[in-house]
């Protein structure tokens, strides 16, 4: 696609829940990155895959937080047992090749907001 | 960790006037990339503009320019002509170049009076 792309736009969940968050990146880049932007905030790092493979899930808050990219592509992001603080906008981002050293730019999706009630 | 700290909560400018953004980072190493980002409402966050360090020469991308002085390690965005349609929020972020993490400040609102 045209640019990176995050579905569903705004999820309502209740308290204890799970939910799943969906990032397509800008096709042929191999690098996807997910942020967390709590409200007045600037973004930060969650998690960052380098092709199939998490390689650096530091940011991850805790084990509810779990994400995916089984095939290269489309994203993940899965939470668990949801808590009222885990309200934020979620953001994801590709980059053509990730690996440093690099000249990379990440290009950001639109982000979903999830609001647990 | 790096920090980005942007000390401007707010901004305010006249149409077709100018406004800087102010954005210092704490860093130890030599060679990064800062970035100013772009998020209006629709929270598509938007690259502004891209400073690699070991350039001296400010980047410029139309009416956005910026003043790179790393020895203080400061780095400020210049929105010249503004517009209605810059009204926006706008990030400060830096990355190591032997890193992939984009460490962001806590944002500068920018409003546009017409």
């Known amino acids: 696609g045209a640019g990176v792309s995050q579905t569903p736009s705004n999820k309502v969940t209740e308290k204890g829940k799970y939910v799943e968050l969906r990032c397509d990146p800008i096709s042929g880049h191999t690098a996807l990155y997910w942020y967390r932007q709590s409200l007045g905030q600037g973004p930060e790092f969650l998690i960052y895959f380098q092709g199939t493979g998490a390689a650096d899930d530091s940011g991850l808050p805790n084990d509810r937080f779990f994400a995916v990219r089984p095939e290269g592509s489309v994203s993940t992001l899965k939470i668990q047992r949801t808590e009222r603080g885990d309200s934020a906008v979620y953001l994801c981002?590709?980059?053509?090749?990730?690996?440093?050293?690099?000249?990379?730019?990440?290009?950001f999706g639109p982000g979903t907001r999830l609001t647990v009630l | 960790a790096q920090t980005v700290t942007q000390s401007q909560p707010e901004m305010s400018v006249q149409e077709a006037e100018t406004v800087t953004l102010s954005c210092t980072y704490d860093t130890s190493e030599s060679d990064y990339y800062l970035f100013w980002y772009k998020q209006p409402p629709s929270r598509q966050m938007i690259l502004v503009i891209r400073q690699e360090a070991y350039k001296q020469q400010n980047a410029t991308e139309n009416r956005f320019s910026v003043n790179f002085q790393k020895a203080a390690k400061s780095f400020s965005l210049k929105i010249s002509d503004s517009q209605l349609g810059d009204a926006a929020m706008y990030f400060c972020a830096y990355r190591s170049r032997n890193d992939y993490k984009l460490s962001f400040g806590a944002g500068t609102t920018v409003t546009v009076r017409a």
């Open positions: 981002a590709s980059s053509l090749i990730g690996t440093a050293p690099s000249t990379d730019t990440q290009y």
